[in-house]
Nanobody
Framework: QLQLVESGGGLVQPGGSLRVSCAVS????????IGWFRQAPGKEREGVSC????????YYADSVKGRFTISRDNAKNTVYLQMNSLKPEDTAVYYC?????????????????????????WGQGTQVTVSS
């Protein structure tokens, strides 16, 4: 059974850093594109960053570009989102999601998946709060 479990959320001061992790089980990460999404109270879920399965093409939302970095360790079946220079507006529940895409995706395709939430399997989320 395909399962995604997020961890690493918490409370951090503005300007601080946090790394959230997405541990996957029940499938081989190598063949899946992975996305990080977030949802703040009263707002729609938005794509933060997504990464292709094999060649590592990535997409970042404009709001996090230059501050967040997505990475994957297929040997550990884990995907990470390193978040630096955090702002109060980054406060949200962060979700990871997976989609079976065994062939490399272009940067355009990764962006489309992220923007349109083109993922079928989702984790339960981890809360990230940025506050002083």
């Amino acid at each position: 059974q395909l399962q995604l479990v997020e961890s690493g959320g918490g409370l951090v001061q503005p300007g601080g850093s946090l790394r959230v992790s997405c541990a996957v089980s029940g499938f081989t990460l190598d063949y899946y594109a992975i996305g990080w999404f977030r949802q703040a109270p009263g707002k729609e879920r938005e794509g933060v960053s997504c990464i292709s399965s094999s060649d590592g093409s990535t997409y970042y939302a404009d709001s996090v570009k230059g501050r967040f970095t997505i990475s994957r360790d297929n040997a550990k079946n884990t995907v990470y989102l390193q978040m630096n220079s955090l702002k109060p507006e980054d406060t949200a529940v962060y979700y990871c999601a997976a989609a079976f895409r065994p062939r490399p995706l272009s940067a355009t395709a990764v962006q489309a998946m992220c923007v349109h939430r083109g993922f079928g399997s989702w984790g339960q989320g981890t809360q990230v709060t940025v506050s002083s």
